[in-house]
């Protein structure tokens, strides 16, 4: 079975600080997704890596894909408020389907 | 471009009941994904359907079933409700052909089961 764990699980941090969220498997994926989801909304994709080692910046969020496909991370720099929410890594496994991340509740404090 | 709809929003119910949601994806997506969404387990995989054919299912027990219309709307349903059924229910559509599956998301029904 293909899983990612997401750390940090929470995230409490000052408007302007820096953060990287992780998403980690033992399994290899063909692509990775990330998803920002706010309250009372669903997930809204913000990006798709598919090459080992491959970086896409976004604004101020940088993510990347692992050498080997089987890890990612999302870094935000200078945070800001309206960053706050519940951040989600989604890997294709080799049946298609997405398999998410437990998520990363984010709250960036002005 | 109208996003993907669920309805309804909000939905109470009692043990042993049953619930239909609906959810009708964005125009030209013909594939319609299930998901729920708890604090405990996260975000996990229902089903799939695809021109009205399930085509990829999750580790949930036969009291949840789906199926698609020819207009590529959805519903879900689950019989004989159990408290743990409360949950966040999103459907999200995306384009078959789509490499990587990227899905689009509603807003999700909120059901609770007293």
């Known amino acids: 079975t293909q899983l990612l764990e997401q750390s940090p699980q929470f995230l409490s941090i000052q408007e302007g600080e820096n953060l990287t969220v992780y998403c980690n498997s033992s399994?290899?994926?063909?692509?990775l997704q990330w998803y920002r989801q706010e309250p009372g909304e669903g997930p809204v994709l913000l990006v798709t890596?598919?090459?080992?080692?491959e970086v896409k910046k976004l604004k101020r969020l940088t993510f990347q894909f692992g050498d080997a496909r089987k890890d990612s991370s999302l870094h935000i720099t200078a945070a800001q408020p309206g960053d706050t929410g519940l951040y989600l890594c989604?890997?294709?496994?080799?049946?298609?389907?997405?398999?998410f991340g437990q998520g990363t509740t984010l709250q960036v404090k002005p | 471009k109208a996003g993907v709809t669920q309805t309804p929003r909000y939905l109470i119910k009692t043990r042993g009941q049953q619930v239909t949601l609906s959810c009708s994806p964005i125009?030209?997506?013909?594939?319609v994904s299930w998901y729920q969404q708890t604090p405990g387990q996260g975000l996990q995989f229902l089903f799939e359907?695809?021109?009205?054919?399930?085509?990829n299912k999750g580790n949930f027990p036969g009291r949840f079933s789906g199926r698609q219309f020819s207009n590529s709307r959805s519903e879900m349903n689950v019989s004989t409700l159990e408290l743990g059924d409360s949950a966040l229910y999103l459907c999200?559509?995306?384009?078959?052909?789509?490499?990587?599956?990227?899905?689009?998301f509603g807003p999700g029904t909120r059901l609770t089961v007293l």
């Open positions: 399994s290899v994926f063909s692509s």
């Open positions: 989604a890997g294709q496994s080799n049946t298609g389907k997405l398999i």
């Open positions: 125009s030209g997506h013909r594939s």
């Open positions: 999200a559509s995306s384009l078959d052909g789509a490499k990587y599956n990227e899905q689009f």
């Open positions: 890596v598919v090459t080992g080692g």
């Open positions: 359907y695809f021109s009205e054919t399930q085509r």
